[in-house]
């Protein structure tokens, strides 16, 4: 039984960012929706507002019987108590990125691909195509800013998806367009090395046709190797006339994003100087360089979750334009061990545009502890290129910090992929 054809689904992991997306899918278009998660949150809040019925804690008895069928996240394992009921009494289960290919067999899919960007593009196109009238559906890793939603429930045959690499989770897509913002290394516990990711982007446009198109930098040679059995139209991005390009979001890597956009546009159709004006009033989403608030004190607050050397550069290189004048102090949580052991060098040269560096204790999300390696390593390695760098523990930091310590002068970003906005939440609000 495929999704769009469910009367009751029950989502593992409802917690998540693109699960919840397809819970709240799944309750516009009438659906029982039940799931389970480890933690409140308020996305979880949300959804029971919306009318989910939701467990804190996963156990067997959450399985009802009169369940079509299972979603769950990526991160949950099979031996979930869960998906082992499931099994028991014959209720079909398909991962998320299983569900978004099912919405996807139905629709005319624009898919957004790449090692960083993914979101803050896809975000970026759903403006454009709303602001087109185009009516699209949307899933997006993040929460949009208008309407605070990670899901739009559009009406028209268009579907803009997110299409993460990992586990190769977007093969279960069909995309009639595919923008691949770039590749490069990341999730190396599950790739083998640099060939088998871009192994996993050939195969993903292999499975596209003549009439399809594929944007991204054909030049970038981290990405012709995943364009060799490109029979698709290769749209160069790089080459879109971006004239009256004046975005709100900082960053060279943003204006990348944005042309890719633009080739899209020009793609569907849109009017380019419509798409444009789309562009420059995008103010982003969350947790991507988004700005938290302001202390009595005027210290500015943001947050990003970029936890990768490249998408964390990029971000700081951009945040320094901005800033030129000011006082950037970032707060970074590592994000899983295997990441952190892997570009431990590469982690230590990405932070020496900024002023200060306070390193947190890895946030292992998925992962067991690994001896080898922790984040005082990696404050060392940091330190060598910015002295500026001190590592805290999480605790001290939640029990210390206050906004009385920054000043007008500061900057403070909170980065990384686990609960890290969290400090900057308390820096801002705690009196």
């Known amino acids: 039984m495929k999704f769009i054809n469910t009367r009751k689904i029950h989502f593992v992991g409802i917690g998540g960012i693109g699960v919840s997306a397809m819970a709240r899918m799944a309750l ?25 019925v939701i467990k804190i804690g996963h156990n067997e008895k959450n399985i009802e019987h009169e369940t079509d069928l299972v979603v769950y996240s990526p991160a949950i394992p099979r031996d979930n108590v869960e998906m082992v009921m499931a099994k028991k009494l014959n209720i079909r289960t398909i991962s998320y990125p299983q569900s978004l290919g099912d919405v996807s067999e139905n629709k005319y899919t624009i898919a957004v691909s790449g ?6 593009t896809t975000a970026m196109l759903a403006d454009i195509l709303r602001d087109g009238y185009l009516d699209p559906t949307v899933v997006v890793g993040s929460l949009l800013k208008r309407g605070k939603t990670n899901f739009i429930h559009g009406k028209s045959k268009f579907f803009i998806a997110e299409a993460c690499e990992y586990k190769r989770s977007f093969l ?24 088998d990711i871009q192994r996993a982007f050939r195969e993903l446009v292999s499975k596209m046709g003549e009439r399809d198109y594929v944007v991204c930098n054909p030049n970038d040679k981290m990405i012709a190797p995943a364009l060799s059995k490109c029979v ?6 790089t080459t879109q006339g971006a004239t009256g390009l ?13 042309l890719a956009c633009l080739a ?8 380019h100087s419509d798409a444009i004006k789309s562009l420059n009033n995008f103010e982003g989403t969350w947790r991507r360089f988004e700005l938290k608030g302001q202390t009595k004190k005027r210290t500015l607050i943001y947050d990003d979750y970029a936890h990768n050397p490249t998408e ?42 900024v002023d200060r560096v306070i390193v947190l204790p890895i946030y292992a999300a998925r992962e067991q502890e690994d001896p080898e390696i922790n984040s005082k390593m990696l404050a060392s390695g940091i330190k060598k290129y910015n002295k500026e760098t001190y590592y805290i523990e999480y605790e001290q930091i939640m029990n210390e910090f206050n906004s009385d310590m920054f000043g007008s002068e500061d900057v403070i970003i909170t980065m990384g992929a686990g ?12 009196k």
Do not use: C, M, W
């Not at 090692?115 to 803050?120: E, N, Q, R, S, V």
């Not at 913002?181 to 640099?194: G, M, V």
């Not at 004046?246 to 944005?258: R, V």
């Not at 609960?419 to 705690?430: N, R, S, T």
């Open 232 to 237: 698709s139209k290769i749209i160069d991005y």
């Open 28 to 52: 516009i278009e009438g659906k029982r929706v039940t799931g389970s998660d480890t933690n409140e949150s308020e996305i979880i809040n949300e959804l029971k507002k919306l009318g989910a």
């Open 419 to 430: 609960d890290v906005y969290k400090v900057g939440e308390k820096i801002l609000f705690k």
């Open 172 to 195: 279960q897509l069909q995309p009639n367009v595919l923008v691949i913002t770039n590749i490069d290394f990341d999730h190396l516990d599950y790739f083998k090395n640099l060939v």
């Open 246 to 258: 004046k975005l709100k979001i900082p960053g060279k890597h943003n204006i990348q994003n944005a």
């Open 264 to 271: 899209v546009a020009n793609i569907l159709g849109i009017n």
């Open 115 to 120: 090692t960083h960007g993914k979101t803050t």
């Open 312 to 353: 964390i550069q990029a971000t700081l290189e951009g945040a320094r334009e901005l800033f030129k004048n000011k006082k950037i102090t970032v707060i970074f949580q590592p994000h899983l061990y295997s990441r952190t052991k892997i570009f431990l060098n590469d982690f230590s040269r990405s932070f020496g545009s």
